[in-house]
């Protein structure tokens, strides 16, 4: 059973002061974001990605963080990353399982190849990785694992085939790592944000195909990378040690339709 947090003030109930996180896909996008809100927040940061500038994005947030180069699909990567960070950090207490592909093609045309690639990326790598960090948490009796979903989880987007079933599977492995690993001081959630602004999201939905999506959304908006970021240092503080299980819509409404 965990211990309840002392939670005197804001500040403290947010910090993340003497923590070390792991994110994957860290380099760019939402998981620099959620990297940069999290060193801010006083943890120090292990970023994973297969993009080479991920050792530069670790070193831009200062001397105490690494970057390592790793693709999360590949045989054995997850156990292998989770044990060089512990052995390069001396320990994980939180894991932000962040990295993610979309293949686009309607259902009919989807190649076996493209649903084989998204579900390695977004659903097979983020439960490796939670296994492995999530062992190491269980026997310390505790840590935080967020892992990102998405609007797809929830709803059906045309020619995400592929894409919203990781993601809705991503939901449903949450609430199992939840369940499983609660009564062990181990929570585990989902963040599912709509669109993001990342410089990736501006290009895709750039135009008139943007402006029609926003009119679907009640607020009328997309969602800012430090908008996710923030959400994914509540989950990691102490302010949120009652949250478990839990998939955060941050999606200005667009899923309550």
Known sequence: MSPVPELSTTSKGFSLAGLTALV?????????????AFADSGARL?????????AAAASALG????????????DGAPSRTVDEVIRRLGSIDILVNNAGIVRLAPAVAASRSDWDATLA???????????????HMVARGRGRIINMASQAASVALQSHVAYCSSKAAIVGMTKVLALEWGPHGVTVNA??????????????????????MKKLIPSRRFAQPEEIALAAVYLASPAAAMVNGADLAIDGGYTIQ
């Open 24 to 36: 994957t896909g860290g380099a760019s996008g939402i998981g620099l974001s959620i990297a940069r």
């Open 191 to 212: 963040i599912s944000p709509t669109v993001v602004e990342t410089d990736l999201g501006r290009q895709a939905w750039a135009g008139e195909v943007g402006e029609a």
């Open 63 to 74: 001397p105490d963080h690494v970057g390592l180069v790793v693709d999360v699909a590949a």
């Open 121 to 135: 990326v977004n659903l097979t790598a983020p439960f490796l990785f939670a296994q492995a960090a999530g062992a």
């Open 46 to 54: 292990a970023l994973v990605d297969r993009d080479p500038g991920v």
